[in-house]
Every structure is written in structure tokens, then in C-alpha cells.
């Protein structure tokens, strides 16, 4: 017998270039704008244009220039149905039935509008439980809805708080739904540290205390599947300039659990009406039966556009493919930190274990914010987070494991050299 001993270093760059050969996603890169020798981490805070979404963008417009008013009902993309159709396409990447999603709104207004329906403080139930590690917007609007019912902030939001500044227990979440609570709100992913929260074991736990739930999917949605439907979670709310590259201002998105369908929503607005009596322009509104009801007036159709060719392509490629080359990426990067960068005082923030780790790594050093200069100088494009975090986003559709390479070799450089030394340890305007 002939024993073949391959000696693979898989610390070289020849080993991404093999794990590139063997991706089955490599050729949806080339239907991107990626700019040549440019590393694009970020696609967790502003995705990257397609050339699909590109298109549709140019279609919609030309039916704009083509019809004029009757853009609404004629074109290839009829602009009176966008939401709803964007919304069919966009249940299976929330596991949703598609009456139970709408594409409408941002998220901090969806989740007001889903706070004015579902936040009805009675008898003891008064509080909202939330986590002191989400994204300010969210607790923001939570407190606004608070003080909108008369009841100090104070006393009414409950925020379950982290050990580590960087992670949640559920546990913890969980001993803090006491029977005071009457909603939760709480991310899918965490936007600093990327860490998977149990939506199952949450929701399940919220519901055996008689407690609504809803979570905020913007760091999750086009990352890693879900299950909303099945889970039973009571409501879902999303941005779709993020994984889903819907384009800066994207219009968000909602899920309201089939469970909750003919509710009458807490803010009305004539697009939320069922859509064949919405222009007969009656003084009596009369609610979509689907999700549609959430909607409030015209939709932002420009804002719209990208995301019928961005939809497509994620329904084309799966999230369960996505997710799968995601973890390849984010797991290979870390390893190659682990070893390359030792000494250099990194550690990670974002969870290590498969289940619990999300689109992007999160490098938590006290130079962060200028060692994201630097790396942005040598082409990279990070983020950082205050006070301390650099979020890293390989994303499936369009890195590759050698542009991950070369980045911890850029990294490296930068730590080697010091040249991070030549910025301020200062946030810029954004990141
Ligand atoms: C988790 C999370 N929630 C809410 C927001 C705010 O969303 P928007 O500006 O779309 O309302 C963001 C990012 O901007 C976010 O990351
Ligand atoms: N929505 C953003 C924007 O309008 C400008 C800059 C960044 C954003 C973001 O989405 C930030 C993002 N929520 C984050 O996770 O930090």
C-alpha cells in the first residue's frame, strides 16, 4: 500500500487559493461591484451594490420614464405590489409564510409600529425587557414608546446586562422575564460582537411566562437562517442595506406571526389597507389581513428597487449555502489571527463556537480605532465600534478565503510596523 503524505500548510496562501478552487459560491463575486485588490469587511453594516440590484434599479426608473403614473400598475414590476412581492421573497430567508412579512419602513420605525401594537401595558404587565448591548436606535424607540403611555422609562425598561461587555446568557434573559414583563425585544445577532442569541429557547421561555417577544433580525437577516414561523416568535424587524445589500436607506422589513394576523395595528395608514379597497378612499379604513396592514403611506419605490435583484440572487444561491461558506470564512479568519497575530494583543469578542457566531468576528484591541485607519489605508474596510471593537465581515457572496489571506497578512503588516501609530485613536464621523 502506497501512503501519500500531502504536507498542507494552512497558513499559506496557496491553501486559500485551494478553499477558493472547491467554493461552489466563488462565481457570485464577479456579479458585484468589488474593486480590484480592495478587501471589503463591511457588508455587516452597508452590503455592496450588485449587478442584479443595478438593473432592477434601472428598470424601475425606466418605468418611471415610461408610464409616469401608471408605473403603479404596469411595467415588469408593478409598483402598487413591490412590498408584498419583495415580502414573497424575502419569507424564506426569515422562514416566515409570506402573509407574515412586509417590506416597509426602517427599522426603528417598524419597531415603534410594532410597539404600538404589541406593548399593551396592563394591570402588572408594564415592563419591557431589552439587553444593555443593543443597537441605542432600538432602545431608543423602546423608551419613546414608554414615555408615549405615560409611564417613566425608569421604572418600565428592564435591560438585562452583560458580563463580559461583549455576550448575553439567556439564562440571565430569562430570569429577568418576571411577570411584570409584558414584551421583550431583543437582537438575533448582537451588532458588536456577532453573538447568535437561541430565538427558540428565548421565545419558548417568554411564552410559558405569557410574555410577547419580538427580536430585531438586522445583523442576522441574510446571514444565517430562521425559522420565525415555527419558532412561534411573535414579531421580527429588519434592515435590508446590510447581508441582503439592499442599498444605503434600504427599505426595512417586519414579520407579524400568523397568530396575530388581523390584529388591527397601532399606527394605520391608507397603504396598510386591504389593497383592492385602498382607492376606494373611504373614511373607514379597512386593514390588509396579512402583515400588509403595518404598512403606513406611499412606499419609498427607488428604495425598493435594488432589492428585487438582490432577493433573487440570495433565493437562487440558498441561505442555508450562505451560511455555510459564512462560518468557513469567519472560522478560517480567525484561525489565521490566532496564529499569525499572537502577541500583538488581540483578543476576540465574538463567540468562537459555530452555533453561537454570526456573520462577522469582532477583534477587540485598545488601539481599535486606529488600527481601522490603517487598515483602511491599505485597502480594507473594516468598521470599528466603540470603544474598542473591529468588526470584520468575509462575507459568502463576495470574499474569498484569499481575500481573507490578505488581510490578516495587512493586519499583520500594520502590527508589525506600528504604522497604525500615524492616526488618531479616534472614531471618524461614522466608524
Ligand atoms: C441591530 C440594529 N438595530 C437597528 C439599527 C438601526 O436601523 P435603522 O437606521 O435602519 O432604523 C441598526 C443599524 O443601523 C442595527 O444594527
Ligand atoms: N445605518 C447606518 C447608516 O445609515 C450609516 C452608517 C452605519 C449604519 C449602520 O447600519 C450601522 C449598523 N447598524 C451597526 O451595526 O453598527
Redesign the pocket.
Known amino acids: 500500500m502506497v501512503v501519500l503524505i500531502v504536507n498542507v500548510n494552512q497558513f499559506a496562501r496557496s491553501f486559500a487559493e485551494h478553499l477558493d478552487s472547491k467554493d461552489p459560491l466563488k462565481k457570485y463575486k464577479a456579479e458585484f461591484y468589488v474593486k480590484d485588490n480592495v478587501y471589503y469587511l463591511d457588508g455587516n453594516s452597508l452590503g455592496i451594490l450588485s449587478k442584479r440590484s443595478e438593473q432592477t434599479v434601472l428598470t424601475i426608473l425606466n418605468s418611471w420614464k415610461e408610464y409616469g403614473i401608471d408605473g403603479w400598475t404596469k411595467g415588469e414590476y408593478p409598483w402598487f405590489y413591490f412590498s408584498e412581492k419583495l415580502a414573497e421573497k424575502s419569507a424564506p430567508l426569515v422562514g416566515a409564510k409570506p402573509e407574515e412579512v412586509i417590506l416597509t419602513g426602517?427599522?426603528?420605525?417598524n419597531l415603534h409600529q410594532l410597539l404600538a401594537t404589541f406593548y399593551k401595558p396592563q394591570n402588572i404587565r408594564t415592563k419591557i425587557l431589552a439587553d444593555e448591548l443593543?443597537?441605542p436606535?432600538?432602545l431608543y424607540a423602546i423608551k419613546s414608546q414608554i414615555a408615549l403611555r405615560g409611564l417613566k422609562t425608569e421604572d418600565h425598561l428592564v435591560l438585562v446586562k452583560s458580563k463580559d461587555g461583549h455576550t448575553l446568557l439567556e439564562d440571565e434573559i430569562i430570569e429577568g422575564m418576571k411577570e411584570d414583563v409584558a414584551v421583550v425585544i431583543l437582537?438575533s445577532v448582537l451588532?458588536r460582537s456577532g453573538q447568535v442569541l437561541d430565538m427558540k429557547k428565548l421565545t419558548d421561555a417568554a411564552h410559558e411566562r405569557g410574555i410577547i417577544i419580538g427580536f430585531?433580525l438586522?445583523?442576522s437577516i441574510g446571514a444565517i437562517p430562521h425559522a420565525l414561523h415555527e419558532t412561534g416568535v411573535d414579531f421580527a424587524f429588519w434592515?435590508n442595506y446590510k447581508h441582503l445589500n439592499g442599498g444605503p436607506g434600504a427599505v426595512?422589513g417586519l414579520f407579524v406571526h400568523e397568530k396575530h394576523l388581523g390584529k388591527i395595528p397601532g399606527l394605520l395608514g391608507w397603504f396598510g389597507s386591504e389593497k383592492s379597497k385602498q382607492f376606494n378612499l373611504e373614511t373607514e379604513m379597512t386593514p390588509s389581513t396579512t402583515a400588509g396592514a403595518y404598512q403606513l403611506g406611499t412606499p419609498h419605490i427607488l428604495s425598493l428597487a435594488p432589492l428585487f435583484g438582490s432577493l433573487e440572487l440570495f433565493n437562487e444561491v440558498g441561505i442555508d449555502a450562505i451560511r455555510e461558506k459564512s462560518l468557513k470564512l469567519t472560522g478560517y479568519m480567525m484561525n489565521l489571527i490566532d496564529h499569525k497575530l499572537r502577541g500583538f494583543d488581540f483578543t476576540f469578542g465574538n463567540p468562537i463556537g459555530e452555533s453561537s457566531r454570526g456573520g462577522h468576528i469582532y477583534l477587540v484591541h485598545e488601539e481599535a480605532a486606529r488600527i481601522c485607519k490603517a487598515l483602511k489605508k491599505e485597502r480594507v474596510i473594516p468598521d470599528f465600534r466603540m470603544p474598542n471593537g473591529i468588526r470584520l465581515a468575509p462575507v459568502a457572496l463576495y470574499s474569498s478565503f484569499t481575500d481573507v489571506w490578505e488581510t490578516v497578512q495587512i493586519l499583520y503588516s500594520i502590527m508589525e510596523k506600528q504604522t497604525y501609530k500615524l492616526f488618531d485613536n479616534q472614531r471618524d464621523v461614522i466608524a
Not at 426602517?106 to 420605525?109: D, L, N, W, Y
Open positions: 426602517s427599522t426603528t420605525s443593543n443597537f436606535s432600538d437582537p451588532y430585531d438586522c445583523h434592515c426595512g
